[in-house]
């Protein structure tokens, strides 16, 4: 499962049990308005945009099985698109389908759009959607369409009714699975492609077509001639060059070197600031970095600790030293207080001496050592847990705070008692089913978020399912081991030359309406 996200409830409201149809809407609702300081910008056809990116490895590939990154993630995206499309109000649209319906929440129906080509020239059909839900939904691609829907949708029960017509039918009532038809992995290729073919022939619908990749270091794609959206894309390319230094980063958009960066470090936003032909471009609560704490562990067993050390933490301390003011205050869960899920009441003290308090009634009057913390050096996570660090020093809470290797996920996530990953937002039933279910993060014992979980996503009541959210929410505030000072904005860097780039929560960036000027 890939550990990175986007977060929050579809406003249309929960597809009531009456229809449950989403019609036709115009594609242009989900681009960018493309404004400068002085108004509107005529789009321009023609150009290469160039970008700067942050975490290429040599290990990359263009498999849509394996988006481990920002980089893997937007060549992607480039190149392969969804059924569903979602923006960053987590309302949906039609992409490769151009509407979708239910009678009940378990048959479900996907118009498939005419006159779209792969790459190679041939016409995508419903033989082609059929063959991508299912290798996405198989094991062996260990995709999120495959955590999220395998459960509940068996790989035969996505059939081709007729040449753009798919049915997809559910062995229980799930509302979100037009949801689910807008993530990443839940990309549209063409019948019969192979894992290697993934990285050696390229072949989607989107608006760039492959060029040239070099693992860890560049990637270049052309324009898509046959592009299904009239007049899309603008440019005629998109050259991506992985520049993982961040000073060495920021310095090829300041110089002009590149248009468009990822991964602005929070101290060098004022740079975007001050400096004229250049702007941050902000994408809000779009990352965390949560301390998990195994509750099956010592010290961690005593719940008091880790409540004494929520309650130590000086939040607002840490948006402003950690991330310049690019981040909103975190409660301690996946979900961002901007959420319309969020319950209003939710607080969390900072109170040292009521943790200084908690710590000698759990028999530490003098403090305590925990182990090790142990986070990726990437991002924020090792400032944040140095500021944590300190804060937690005061009520006599010490611990180490140790960098990882780029082998966090195989062998620190989950193996040691303490440890800080990265994750991007999403909504909350996908996070929550993603994140949470059956948790072996922090070993909450018994688990009462998953039965919640279960049931806020076959709820059908808006309000039944507020309550539901609220009640998760509060759990992890309150009874979880996980602790999130703070959640991220995403800081991307570009050229006033630059137009119409939409930064988002699923694919991250997209250059479909993006041109230069």
Known sequence: ???????????????????????????????????????????????????????????????????????????????????????????????????????????????????????????????????????????????????????????????????????????????????????????????????????????????????????????????????????????????????????????????????????????????????PGVQLQILKDAIWFGMACNLSKPPFNDYRVVKAMKMAIDRKQVVDVVYAGYASQGFDGPIPSGDPLFPASLTIPHDPQGAKQLLAEAGYPNGLKLPDLYCLPAHAQVPQSTVVQQQLSQIGITFNVVQSGPNFWSNVYQAVPFFVPEFWRKEPWEILQLFHTSDDDTNLKPDINDPLIAQAAAATDPA?????????????????????????????GRSTKLNGVQADYVDLFNFTNAFLT
């Open 464 to 492: 039944q399912r507020k309550q539901l959210y609220g009640q998760i929410i509060e759990n992890y505030a309150n009874i979880e081991g996980w602790i999130v000072p703070a959640y991220a904005h995403n800081l991307y």
């Open 1 to 275: 499962m890939e550990k990175a996200w986007d977060g929050q409830l579809t406003r249309r409201g929960f597809l009531g049990t009456a229809g449950l149809a989403v019609g036709s809407l115009g594609l242009a609702a989900c681009g960018m308005s493309t404004t400068t300081g002085s108004g509107k910008v005529t789009p321009r056809r023609g150009g290469i945009a160039k970008v700067s990116t942050a975490d290429g490895t040599t290990a990359d590939s263009l498999s849509l099985y394996s988006q481990s990154n920002v980089f893997q993630t937007s060549m992607i995206a480039s190149m392969y698109e969804t059924l569903v499309a979602k923006d960053n109000n987590f309302q949906l649209h039609p992409m490769l389908a151009t509407s979708w319906s239910s009678p009940d929440a378990t048959t479900w129906t996907f118009k498939i759009r005419q006159g779209v080509t792969f790459h190679d020239g041939t016409a995508m059909t419903s033989k082609d959607v059929v063959f991508s839900i299912q290798q996405e939904l198989s094991s062996a691609s260990g995709t999120d369409v495959n955590a999220l829907l395998s459960n509940i949708l068996p790989q035969a029960n996505v059939t081709a009714v007729d040449g753009y017509t798919v049915q997809m039918v559910l062995t229980q009532p799930f509302g979100f699975l037009p949801n689910a038809m807008a993530n990443r992995y839940a990309k549209i290729f063409k019948a019969g492609t192979t894992v290697g073919q993934f990285t050696s022939a390229p072949n989607g619908t989107g608006p760039f077509m492959y060029k040239d990749f070099s693992p860890g270091q560049s990637f270049d794609a052309v324009r898509n001639p046959h592009y299904w959206q009239p007049g899309r894309p603008y440019l005629d390319g998109i050259s991506f060059v992985n520049v993982t230094e961040p000073a060495s980063r920021v310095q090829t958009v300041l110089t002009g070197e590149a248009h468009w960066m990822d991964g602005v470090p929070y101290a060098s936003a004022a740079q975007f600031m001050d400096t």
